[in-house]
């Protein structure tokens, strides 16, 4: 298992989503990865995103308008 | 027994797509979505930006279908190919700057372009013949088949009656008999259809899937390619063009105004690329300048911003000029009355 960051603060989604979906598709399964983001929308999306795609959401935060999001790689797949 | 066949459908997040890709699955096809992120989507940025927006939901319709359906979903960013579709349509554009066709095409022939790289077997799209937009009129449903590459590996499950045999249909790979025949303006038969499926809430785009189809937006483009003497944009230069009140007073710059809180936090993310102003006696917007500006420019900017602010009916509103290199004016000015912005500077 390995850990990895993704900085997509800034951006609005669906890019954080895009970003993160990019990253994940490199990773192997049991993998975490923290996302950090801006975009409120992103608190919808990104759970959604990993919800169809198989992945879990182990942790998911707002901190003064600073997301934070860990995933845990599980599905696989195209 | 043969493989299971694999689809990709066109996800945009609204109804017919969904249906589209509905009618596949229930065939028994394995299908998963695409979506393609151009920069113009209607989708997130707007429901992000705007405060007055926050109360509707703030999800993505495209991943919401997705999930009703039970399929994964590829959002694939094509803000840089889909450029030259905007910038130099060959089929030239709609009603306003959406280049339709040539955009059926591309996605299309992105579509196709992942269905080789992974192994897919066919596309799906939730085109209806004869409805708008004009990529759906019966003579150039063929144009996008041939111009995306994508040839007979396109099939329309909503109007597939009305076209001839794609492969899929030929191999027996679809029922075509299970396919329709839907055409004409009438949302009739899809929410039929919709109900028949047990779907009860979709989303209802109204104009089109992207600013490109909006009147003030396209207008706020035409507009930046004319000031700078050339059809091109970043992504920055056109989520910028979704907010704010954009006026130009001079030929040579133009003034993008929070009109909420919102948009007034949206534009403190660019503040530093631009000069920008804010009130200091009164409430008030944030405001960028795009343009080089003289002094006398300057001074009209900030009447103009008074104008927006809090302060608009007194004498006089203090005005912080923000200069690209760091400097910091402070200037006082008479707001500038209703009377004495004329029409045409209002983009
Ligand atoms: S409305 Fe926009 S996204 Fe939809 S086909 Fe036309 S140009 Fe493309």
């Known amino acids: 298992m390995s850990e990895y960051h993704l900085d997509a603060r800034n951006i609005l989604c669906p890019l954080p989503v895009i970003r993160t979906q990019n990253a994940v598709q490199n990773l192997q399964k049991g993998d975490r990865l923290t996302v950090i983001c801006t975009d409120p929308g992103a608190l919808h999306d990104i759970p959604t995103w990993s919800r169809i795609n198989g992945h879990r959401i182990l942790e998911m935060k707002n901190d003064n308008k600073l997301i934070t999001i860990i995933i845990e790689v599980e599905g696989l797949g195209s | 027994m043969a493989s299971q066949r694999k689809a990709i459908a066109l996800i945009s997040g609204g109804l017919d797509s969904m249906l589209a890709a509905k009618v596949v699955l229930e065939q028994g096809i394995h299908v998963e979505g695409i979506n393609f992120f151009t920069g113009f989507c209607v989708e997130g940025h707007t429901h992000a930006i705007r405060k007055q927006d926050k109360a509707k939901p703030k999800r993505n319709n495209a991943l919401w279908v997705a999930e009703q359906l039970g399929i994964k979903l590829h959002i694939v960013d094509v803000i840089e190919p889909y450029k030259t579709v905007v910038i130099n349509p060959r089929h030239g554009y709609g009603a306003n700057l959406n ?241 004495e912005i004329p029409e045409d500077w209002h983009i």
């Not at chain 2, 030929?251 to 660019?270: A, Q, V």
Request: aromatic share 8%.
């Open chain 2, 99 to 339: 280049p339709c066709l040539d955009c059926k095409s591309f996605m299309v022939g992105k579509a196709y372009e992942w269905i080789q790289q992974h192994g897919f077997d066919f596309i799906i799209t939730g085109e209806v013949m004869g409805q708008r937009p004009m990529s759906q009129l019966k003579h150039v449903m063929p144009v996008v088949q041939r111009e995306s590459g994508a040839g007979d590996l396109l099939v329309r499950p909503l109007c597939a009656k009305k076209l001839p045999p794609t492969l899929p249909e030929r191999e027996g790979w679809l029922d075509r008999g299970k396919l329709f025949d839907f055409s004409g303006r009438s949302r009739k038969p899809q929410m039929a259809l919709a109900e028949k499926f047990g779907i009860t809430e979709y989303a209802q785009p109204a104009g089109g899937c992207c600013f490109l189809t909006d009147a003030y937006y396209a207008k706020k483009l035409a507009d930046l390619w004319q000031s700078r003497g050339s059809r091109d944009y970043e992504l920055d230069d056109i989520m910028l063009l979704k907010v704010g009140r954009h006026l130009r007073p001079r030929p040579h710059f133009k003034l993008i105004i929070s009109r909420e809180e919102g948009e007034t936090n949206f534009l403190e993310g660019y503040r530093r690329s631009f000069t920008h102003l804010r009130t200091l006696s009164h409430g008030g917007p944030l405001a960028l300048v795009d343009g080089e500006t003289s002094h006398d420019d300057l001074v009209l900017t900030a009447q103009l911003v008074a104008r927006y602010s809090q302060g608009r009916d007194t004498g006089q509103v203090d005005v912080a000029i923000h200069h690209k290199n760091g400097e910091i004016e402070q200037i006082s000015v008479t707001p500038l009355k209703p009377d």
